[in-house]
């Protein structure tokens, strides 16, 4: 089964990963996606740490 991802879950993962680039990236931010991946998940009854491995994936290597 593929992973779906929401454009809102893909948006804040590429905000906490433009952060992380800036050497800005906060404890907000972080659960903030955290929680975002986690409800994701329990909402599609998809695996959460394949949820989070697809959506680091779509975000930091999209080739």
Do not use: N, Y
């Not at 590429?14 to 404890?27: C, F």
């Not at 949820?51 to 779509?58: A, D, P």
């Amino acid at each position: 089964m593929a992973i779906e991802l929401s454009p809102e879950l893909i948006e804040l993962e590429r905000q906490a990963w433009a952060e992380i680039q800036a050497g800005t990236l906060t404890a907000a931010t972080a659960e903030a996606v955290h929680a975002a991946v986690a409800a994701h998940a329990e909402a599609t009854g998809q695996d959460r740490l394949a949820v989070e491995t697809e959506l680091k994936r779509t975000v930091r290597h999209p080739e």
